[in-house]
């Protein structure tokens, strides 16, 4: 195969690749595989075909600048922000990498296996698109606890409803995640609604369960974005910060403890459509864990100083 033949199979490979992720985006708004696994390759491929490198190691590198390129040229399109570029870049450069060793590879006249691991990008486009429109999220839980010096029935109080927080110090929430911000409550018993103020919007709480002073159950039907996005343009809002990242029930748990103490235990169950599945789950299962813990730490503080 001449050498000009291999670059124009390599570009129609992009091509489609280029035109799934249009597709996914414009027509589904899916955010998987094909945005961040192929897309990545592709751009990687791509990069070291244009450059042409000598070398396996220079190939990686240009897979992985390609990348690094493309990530800088979402952020300046408008398309996304900062903290979500950095949080993707794990993912995309190592990908981006092996883009540029297949494409060195394929034209290796070392080996006529690697050239066909090239051309077996052309049916993953399709099998990733594909995926990408019939998977369905599945549902996860994050689990935090406390333990506070103070009896349930006073720890309940605060449980149901507390005071506006302190403005956060950690740094995360600096960066633009979502944080809370105070809880109130309309009503009392199942069919109350709570609701949860974070700094991107209210949480909207429907009441399941109110077994008092031991177990508050609530599902979710209104989810704020998940963060505030940094960008050099005033408003950024990539569609996975709507719909993505999706709380689906929640619960406090309060168990007595021999001390009179009181453990406060609160679990989130959610989705987020993002794939690989356990990739963002390492994100997400983080945030939501130091968002337990800000309103558990609150609640105890409040519990504590009422006695």
Known sequence: MTSSAKRL???AVIGLFLVALTFLMIRTGTYGLTLFVALPVAVGAFGSWVTKPKTAAKAVIA???ANLIASLAFLAAGFEGIICIAMALPLALPLGALGGWLAYASTSKRTLASGTAMLALLPLSFGTVGFDIIAKPDVFQVHSSIEIA??????????VTFSELPPPDEWYFKTGVAYPMRARIEGTGPGAVRYCEFSTGPF?????VW???????????RNPAPMN???PYANVMPRHLHGYLISKQGQFLLTPLPNGHTL?????????????????????????HRIHMRVLNHIKNLSESDG
């Open 264 to 288: 406060l235990e609160g679990t989130t169950w959610y989705q987020h459509g993002l794939w690989p599945e356990t990739y963002w789950t390492i994100w997400s299962q983080a945030i939501i």
């Open 63 to 65: 897979g992985t600048v």
């Open 229 to 231: 996005e940094w960008s």
């Open 211 to 221: 077994d008092e002073p031991r177990l508050l159950r609530f599902a979710v039907t």
């Open 150 to 159: 103070a009896p349930p029935e006073r720890v309940w109080e605060h449980v």
């Open 204 to 208: 909207v709480e429907p009441i399941q």
């Open 9 to 11: 199979i390599m570009g």
